[in-house]
């Protein structure tokens, strides 16, 4: 008879991400980590003040309303205050309502974590130092659970940006609140008894909903651990846990691996066309074949975007009625591209821009094949004229010159926020994150995230 197996501890995931986070010290983390950190913050206030006209944020503005006026938070763009709570979810939502934050493997890891990390920020005057640590270290936190539930959470239909979000703002807002290693424990076990997003939400207000939620729910588990709520230590590897219970195939060893580069955030990858980030290859591909049709989408007989398999549950609407919806369809996207239109502008994104004859005519002249691999996708142009015209790109690999993803993110920052609260402005918050680690108090800050009167 053989003798049993031994019995396989089960590594205490929850208890190491929370001493991580409890932890973290500023002095930890590497230049280069500061410095992403840092552009992830100035591209979440730029897209979400480009967002705050959304119809969205407006129904949530209102919804807030019917509660009453008043509070210490700062709504990005907007004159009024709100109560944390308030201003954590109507931020979230709003940085995420163009879809053109941040992304890394785990979905949009800034667009939960920076309102959570906003709104405890300045009730308590933190500085930026502290803001850039606890930031940090929701991010970090939201990466590992990530790595640790893996590809099969996101196929099944879970909004990762949404769930893992959840455990990245409870982290964050945890490591502003001065939470111990043990009462972070119970954040997390609080964040992953919130958790909640689904894919099929993707077209609709309830995507950017997604990423307020998770910021309000985080910040939430993460005030209730401080005053002794408890939940389960281990929720994130315990049976009938998070991992459990929302993944097919938990790795505790890549959860707690240090990444390549000793940070996650090192490998943000940043947007520059308003629209899901499974489109942007294809995007680029179509526009670098427009010079050659002569800038004529007329003279495109039909064309073929071949992707990964996996987009097709994430940006395959087919015949878009609406601008949410046209941002998760690659044939509209790339309709867009070939006809020459400024993707990286959030106002060209409409119902009006679904339903235009000429995009619709092209775009039903675009077939979807789910015959390519990983993230590079391909696109083929059949002309009327004949001839057949390729392209490929990959837009999925992290830029290493910092100083060149600077200006570009410059750019973008200030196309977005200047016209929302005038160039000086827009410079003086550009100028204010470059050196956020150098300011004593954020609300120096959120000061100038208002409109001025």
């Keep these: 008879m053989a003798p049993p197996a031994e019995a396989t501890e089960t590594p205490a995931v929850t208890r190491l991400l929370a001493a991580r986070a409890a932890s973290l010290a500023f002095s930890d983390i590497p230049d280069a980590a500061r410095r992403v950190a840092k552009q992830c913050l100035l591209d979440w206030v730029g897209v979400a003040l480009g967002g705050r006209d959304a119809d969205l944020v407006g129904m949530l503005r209102a919804d807030a309303d019917a509660e009453g006026q008043g509070g210490d938070c700062t709504i990005i763009g907007q004159a009024e205050r709100r109560p944390a709570y308030q201003a954590a979810l109507i931020n979230g939502a709003m940085g995420h309502a163009l879809d053109y934050d941040d992304v890394i493997f785990m979905g949009h890891p800034t667009a939960p974590v920076a309102p959570a990390v906003l709104a405890v920020a300045e009730r308590a005057g933190a500085s930026g130092r502290d803001v850039l640590t606890a930031f940090i270290a929701g991010f970090e936190a939201e990466c590992c659970v990530g790595r640790y539930v893996g590809g099969s959470h996101y196929a099944k239909g879970w909004h990762s940006t949404a769930t893992l979000g959840t455990f990245g703002a409870a982290a964050a807002a945890g490591r502003l609140l001065g939470l111990t290693p043990e009462l972070m424990q119970h954040a997390l076990g609080l964040a992953a008894t919130q958790a909640a997003g689904l894919k099929s939400m993707f077209g609709s207000m309830t995507k950017p909903f997604h990423a307020g939620h998770a910021a309000e729910c985080g910040m939430r588990a993460a005030r209730l651990a401080r005053i002794g709520f408890t939940a389960n230590p281990n929720a994130v590897e315990s049976p009938q846990g998070f991992g ?67 987009h097709l549950s994430v940006c395959n609407i087919e015949a878009p009625e609406t601008g949410l919806a046209t941002k998760f369809s690659l044939r509209m996207t790339v309709a867009l591209a070939l006809s020459g239109e400024d993707t990286s502008d959030g106002r060209l994104f409409t119902d009006a821009t679904a339903v235009r004859p000429d995009l619709v005519a092209l775009r039903r002249r675009i077939a979807v094949e789910p015959t390519a691999r990983g ?60 050196q956020l680690e150098e300011v004593d108090d954020i609300r120096a800050l959120t000061s100038l995230l208002r409109p001025e009167f």
Excluded: W
Aim: charged share 20%.
């Design 375 to 434: 993230t590079r996708s391909e696109v083929l142009l059949l002309l009327r004229d004949g001839r057949s015209l390729q392209a490929y790109a990959d837009v999925a690999v992290p830029m290493r010159d910092l100083g060149a993803q600077q200006v570009k993110l410059d750019r973008k920052f200030m196309g977005l926020a200047a016209s929302a609260l005038g160039a000086a402005r827009a410079d003086s918050i550009r100028a204010m994150i470059a």
């Design 244 to 310: 459990d219970t929302q993944s097919l195939s938990v790795d505790a060893e890549a959860a707690l691996a240090s990444p390549p580069g000793g940070y996650h955030v090192v490998d943000t990858l940043f947007k520059y066309h308003a629209a899901c980030y499974l489109t942007h290859s294809a995007i680029e591909a179509a526009g670098s074949l427009r010079a050659v049709i002569a800038n004529d989408p007329d003279a495109v007989e039909h064309a073929v975007i071949r992707v990964d398999p996996g």
